[in-house]
């Protein structure tokens, strides 16, 4: 089967649309991680990601009729730009459905390549299904966004440009994970042509749904998936790429949003360009991949290493949140709780062991009359910083917690610091994360108990597709079941950090 998809990618009708992008060595990236590191430029084709191949390819192998009926597709937004461009350089009709979550940059720049735009419902599976229900009714054809050989053939045209590029060795290619598209095109060429590069996939850690089916043996379903990496939130991968991803991929790399976020910088200090998170997955894998590789015995260096920076579709309103993430994901910035004694001259002994860092963040609100507690960030130059910073802090009898990876402290507690409430009995402290689009909000409101007594709320907008708040509520005893029925029912995502330390400390 592999080398039916060689064929089909070496003759796979792209090139009326895309280009052949660059693969361009990135000089500041490579010397820190000490590997010659590279960025296959897809993020430059005409609608700014490597969609465009796969549905032209799909598209310009449909029938004269099939094309006279039209098309139709479910996409958030890289995929629908990709056949509504196609559909204009055909001719032909093409219906795209949207998530009504979908931000306005997207859909219009949709409707401006000539796509009729339909928003329906909350996510993509809702989407998707609305538009298979579409295309029996008006007989169109559908052009699946990864689980298609046209499609996937389309994408594998990208491999066959960097072995053209780069004659020399390669040791891995590194490839975001969606629903498996692209990395079963490229997967396909490599291992045809040249079998002894390694081909490892990226996934977020809230979005991996590939990583787990090829685990299990088979396709997994995610409950839910996280909204960052919107290009990537797949919630089960298709049947065709699952065969060829677990035949052919020989390892997958998981990420958090922080790895995410330093990774776009990485690229925009290097090329002054700016990813979105699905597009700079592939370099926070290769990051990653080095690091993992220091705590064995085969460290990775001088390598050299592609990486597939696959789309640049960001909202600019996002940059806030990834920014202020950066730090952290790229080690530069530790966070942590330190309790101190509440008297005089123990703020100065504390700042002594802190020494010359530069501290990015003191949050300190009277609350107690023997002891002080302090949510503090620092720069730092390294991992593993943060243990030794801790152990040092402690050893000078300062209680510390270490809240560099806390969720609940990174996206609230570092906003809210300010002291405890006796009103605040039986609080229960929730995390809710929704797709963000007007009146989300006031519909969470909405949703509960007049009853419930909201002792703690936090919400701060950061431009992304979606919308995190904190929620302290005091429930009755007598009610938890409701409370529980309401959660089961809410549909969004939920944590409950009741007993989350930086809870305790700071509210």
């Known amino acids: 089967m592999t080398t039916d998809y060689l064929q089909k990618i070496l003759t796979a009708r792209v090139y009326d649309v895309a280009v052949e992008s660059p693969l361009e060595f990135a000089p500041t990236l490579s010397e820190r991680m000490d590997n010659q590191i590279y960025l296959k430029r897809e993020d430059i084709q005409s609608v700014f990601s490597f969609k465009l191949r796969g549905a032209y390819n799909k598209m310009a192998h449909l029938t004269p009729a099939q094309l006279k009926r039209g098309v139709i597709c479910a996409s958030a937004g890289n995929h629908a730009q990709g056949v509504a461009l196609s559909a204009a350089r055909l001719g032909c009709r093409a219906v795209i459905v949207m998530p009504t979550t979908t931000p306005p940059v997207k859909i219009e720049a949709v409707k401006a390549r000539g796509g009729e735009v339909v928003l329906f419902g909350d996510s993509y599976t809702d989407a998707y299904n609305h538009a298979i229900t579409l295309e029996k009714k008006e007989k169109l054809t559908f052009v699946h966004p990864f689980d298609d050989p046209y499609v996937i053939a389309g994408q594998g045209t990208i491999a066959m440009e960097i072995l053209r590029q780069h004659t020399g060795p390669i040791d891995a290619i590194f490839v975001a994970i969606g629903g498996g598209g692209l990395i079963s095109g490229v997967a396909s060429y490599i291992k045809a042509v040249r079998p002894e590069i390694k081909i490892i996939g990226v996934q977020t850690v809230d979005s991996d749904a590939m990583a787990r089916s090829i685990k299990a043996g088979r396709r997994v379903a995610l409950p839910d998936v996280g909204l ?10 298709g049947e065709e790429t699952f065969r060829i991803a677990k035949k052919l991929v020989d390892d997958i790399i ?42 064995s015995k085969k460290p990775v260096r001088g390598q050299t290493l592609v990486t597939i920076a696959c789309g640049a579709n960001m909202n600019f309103d996002r940059l806030r949140f990834v920014a202020e993430r950066a730090e952290v994901g790229e080690a530069r910035e530790a966070v942590f709780a330190v309790t101190i004694p509440e008297e005089r001259g123990s703020f ?3 700042c002594e062991q802190v020494g010359p860092r530069n501290v990015t963040e003191f949050i300190y609100r009277i609350s107690d009359a023997k002891e002080a507690h302090v949510f503090v960030g620092m720069t730092i130059s390294s991992r593993d910083e943060p243990g030794r910073l801790t152990k040092n802090f402690e050893k000078h009898g300062f209680r510390t917690l270490d809240l560099t990876h806390d969720e609940l402290a990174k996206l609230h507690v570092r906003h809210l610091v300010g002291g ?11 995390r809710f994360e929704f ?46 079941k409701a409370f529980r029925q309401f959660l089961a029912g809410l549909g969004y995502r939920y944590w409950d950090e009741s007993e989350n330390p930086a809870y305790k400390l700071f509210l």
């Open 348 to 350: 100065k002994r504390f």
């Open 435 to 480: 797709p963000e689009r007007p009146g989300a909000l006031m519909r969470f409101l909405d949703s509960m108990a007049p009853n419930w007594n909201i002792s703690l709320f936090h919400y701060r907008n950061q431009g992304g597709d979606v919308g995190r708040i904190l929620v302290g509520i005091q429930v009755p005893k007598k009610e938890m």
């Open 420 to 430: 405890k409430s006796p009103l605040a009995h039986d609080e229960l402290l929730y």
């Open 228 to 237: 960052f990496s919107d290009g990537t939130a797949v919630k089960l991968v």
């Open 254 to 295: 998981i990420v958090d949003t922080d790895a995410v976020c330093a990774a776009i910088k990485d690229v925009f200090q290097d090329t002054r360009s700016i990813l979105e998170p699905a597009g700079a997955l592939a370099i926070a894998g290769a990051k990653e991949y080095i690091e993992r590789a220091k705590t």
